[in-house]
């Protein structure tokens, strides 16, 4: 009798182990993953999906959060609005689904944080967004990357440290760039700078913007401008300093934020020479200062990096740091049952998180993780990007 008790004992214990509910105490925190893994933004996505997967590796060999994995779930929406909405919802379906990272690209954004406010999930913006959109103070939408008006603020910044008092801005026809080149008018309006936008456009596939430079040129020669703006991202950015240089207009060039890649300067050639912007930290970590926290962040992310991809890190691959470790962080000051509910207050209440690109702080109020202070300023010399500093207004 004896014998046939530990036996039913025994089996008692093992079922008991085996049961969904010992299960659900390492079972991995599960988190959607909305990017367009496919079309123009693919090999940016790309290197965002390769970091956010480095770090989880990197977790999970550690134990993980409080004994659980965290596991990424990928889905493409291929750049399509209506895909990256499909997407969105067959994560807000899926109870396991903590929290969801993405879309990346501004145009896409709106619908999933609609979504994300209706079904009461977290979702974890990487790209810029428009300005009118963080607006809406959604609970549930929380912002990684600097806005449009926080880019545009600093460039200001840089064009008072050069004295330029007249700026010609070429923007791009899409709303991201649209909504720069109107931050950035408007700021530099009240800081007494004259802000020409250029009725001439372009578009994200232009090759030559010879044509629309021939009609800015004599714009640009009338009103003696200081510098001229390339509102723009991507391939564009270099295209329109060749074709610049190569009408004989020598007058200096601005770009944003999204000129930190080292395909700009590849593309450009030496027509990129002498090129500032202002940057995320990323993008010159060996030159911050030794006292700022980011610096040994990412000289320690560039090696693992390294190590994994070959290739150097850059500010795309830091966004998919921060993403994580964010989640990571937020994660283990959680209380009491892990729920969509208590993520989202604990993601709110994040305080002085460091990360690659600088310090993040949300509250209630504010949900925009990074401030102006996050960001250098960088010029493009000797095919290389050069941090540049100006007292006052770093």
Excluded at 285 to 308: C, G, H, V, Y
Aim: aromatic share 10%; charged share 25%; with cysteine.
């Amino acid at each position: 009798m004896k014998k046939i008790g530990w036996i039913m004992l025994a089996a008692f214990m093992f079922t008991t182990w085996m049961t969904p509910g010992y299960a659900a105490k390492t079972s991995p925190y599960r988190i959607g993953v909305n990017l367009e893994l496919t079309g123009p933004w693919a090999e940016v996505t790309k290197t965002l999906k390769n970091a956010m997967m480095l770090e989880v590796e990197r977790i999970n060999k550690a134990g993980g959060i409080q004994g659980r994995p965290l596991e990424l779930i990928f889905e493409d929406n291929g750049f399509e609005v209506g895909r990256a909405a499909a997407n969105m919802t067959k994560f807000t379906r899926d109870k396991e689904i903590l929290l969801v990272v993405g879309p990346f690209e501004d145009n896409l954004q709106a619908t999933t944080r609609a979504i994300a406010e209706r079904e009461k999930i977290t979702n974890i913006i990487i790209c810029p967004s428009n300005p009118m959109v963080r607006d809406l103070k959604q609970q549930w939408a929380f912002n990684i990357a600097q806005s449009d008006i926080i880019v545009s603020q600093k460039l200001v910044d840089l064009v008072l440290a050069r004295k330029y008092k007249k700026v010609m801005v070429f923007h791009g026809a899409w709303p991201l760039a649209q909504s720069l080149a109107e931050y950035f008018k408007q700021f530099g309006e009240e800081k007494g700078i004259k802000v020409i936008v250029s009725p001439e456009t372009h578009k994200p596939t232009d090759i030559d913007m010879t044509p629309q430079l021939t009609k800015i040129k004599p714009v640009l020669e009338k009103e003696k401008v200081d510098a001229f703006y390339a509102c723009t991202g991507g391939p564009p950015g270099p295209m329109i300093t060749k074709n610049l240089r190569a009408l004989g207009i020598k007058t200096p060039v601005l770009g944003t934020h999204a000129f930190g890649f080292g395909f700009i300067i590849a593309l450009g050639g030496e027509a990129m020479e002498g090129v500032e912007f202002p940057s995320a930290k990323p993008v010159v970590f060996d030159q911050l200062d030794e006292n700022d926290p980011a610096k040994p962040i990412n000289i320690n992310f560039d090696k693992r990096w390294r190590e994994r991809y070959g290739t150097p890190s850059d500010q795309i691959a830091g966004y998919g740091y921060d993403t994580i470790g964010l989640i990571e962080d937020a994660l283990k000051r959680i209380k009491g049952k892990v729920t969509r509910s208590s993520f989202r207050e604990a993601f709110e209440n994040t305080k002085g998180f460091k990360g690659t690109h600088g310090i993040y702080q949300f509250s209630s109020t504010g949900h925009d993780g990074l401030s102006k202070k996050d960001m250098v300023f960088v010029r493009i010399e000797g095919g290389k990007f050069k941090r540049i500093q100006f007292p006052g207004f770093d």
